[in-house]
């Protein structure tokens, strides 16, 4: 017999789970925070990207974000509140040390919704 929740979790509760494996900018694991010397490195044998493999991955981000900006601009006004929801929820939170790069990301994603408001009919 398959193991199911008795109570499943609302929507928020499911995204709250789902991102709060999110804390220090994706070093979490499936058992909270991974620790250990190799948590941020890349394996020894990975050779670091050439300039031509970060030009493609320049081009592919600035892909995916306008397809997101474009679903943004479509979404409902529920979807564009969980979208800054979502940035509030990777924000520093009070007794965690605020880092740069989550700082940036969180910033990054409310400006998306609101551009994407620009678009929106």
Known sequence: MPN????PL???????????????????????????????KAPPDTPPLTDAEL???????IALENLVLALLAQGSDRQLEVAREMAVFISPRPGFTPHQMTVHAALHMADLVERAGHFRG
């Open 4 to 7: 199911t929740p008795s109570d």
């Open 10 to 40: 609302s929507p928020s509760e499911e995204r709250h789970k789902a991102l709060s494996t999110w804390d220090n900018e994706g070093g979490a694991g499936p058992f909270g925070l991974q620790e250990g010397p190799l948590v941020h």
């Open 55 to 61: 030009l493609h991955l320049r081009v592919r981000v």
